[in-house]
């Protein structure tokens, strides 16, 4: 079953809106870790953010803001002012304490398109 | 520093042949992991090395594959022989520790296709 639901594949915005992607996880672990990682054109995954399952606490880095919620099994992710380097697939993942550290499972991405 | 790589950036063989991928992880790294995204499909895990010893393959699709990484720096992913279904883009990723603390660093994949 997975894990790791984003629902929403594309998302396309115009410069300077704001866009807001969904991730919704699934797990009976109480420790459990949660990722955000960005795929630009260039194809590498480039780190973003993790969260424990301990720290519920919301987290804003520049335009980036992430609102974690275990109620609603829920790590959703902000970008504020969206600008076109923005455009990219981005991923979500958890990692589970009854796996070994590293094994993330991934959910299929969202591509976010911003133009101009 | 440098981030983790991978060669070939894209390989393009015929059902049947053996392909073999390579990852350099960042330097010190001793934990190296690879992934796969077949198409239209989520990225999944495969293994994850801790040095030269594998941690954890509990990933890996079927016995087609072998992975290794003597000497605990670089790895290899040997796909023989290949198949159709394999077609995709195979990450690695390193980290230096194995705790939350030390978060998985990725390369630009190695995009595979089987024809």
């Known amino acids: 079953a997975q894990k790791v639901t984003q629902a929403q594949t594309e998302i396309s915005v115009v410069e300077k809106e704001d866009v807001t992607l969904d991730c919704v996880y699934e797990?009976?672990?109480?420790?459990?870790?949660l990722f955000w990682y960005k795929q630009p054109p260039s194809g590498e995954l480039v780190f973003l953010i993790r969260?424990?399952?301990?720290?519920?606490q919301n987290e804003i880095s520049g335009r980036y803001s992430w609102n974690f919620q275990k109620s609603t099994s829920s790590f959703n992710f902000t970008i504020t002012a969206s600008q076109v380097v923005d455009s990219a697939v981005y991923f979500c993942?958890?990692?589970?304490?009854?796996?070994?550290?590293?094994?993330?499972?991934f959910g299929a991405g969202t591509q976010v398109v911003v133009t101009p | 520093e440098a981030g983790v790589t991978q060669f070939p950036s894209h390989s393009v063989i015929e059902k049947g042949q053996t392909v073999t991928l390579r990852c350099d992880p960042i330097?010190?790294?001793?934990?190296l992991y690879w992934y796969r995204r077949v198409m239209g499909k989520e990225i999944k895990f495969l293994l994850h090395?801790?040095?030269?010893?594998?941690?954890?393959e509990s990933g890996m699709p079927n016995n087609r594959f072998l992975a290794e990484r003597t000497g605990g720096t670089y790895s290899t992913l040997k796909v023989q022989p290949a198949e159709l279904e394999d077609s995709g883009v195979y990450f690695c990723?390193?980290?230096?520790?194995?705790?939350?603390?030390?978060?998985?660093?990725f390369g630009n994949g190695t995009r595979l296709t089987v024809t």
């Open positions: 990723a390193s980290s230096q520790g194995w705790n939350y603390n030390s978060p998985l660093h």
């Open positions: 797990t009976r672990d109480t420790t459990y870790y």
């Open positions: 969260r424990n399952s301990f720290d519920e």
């Open positions: 993942a958890l990692s589970e304490a009854v796996d070994s550290w590293g094994k993330l499972q």
């Open positions: 330097s010190g790294h001793d934990n």
């Open positions: 090395f801790v040095k030269e010893s594998k941690q954890d």
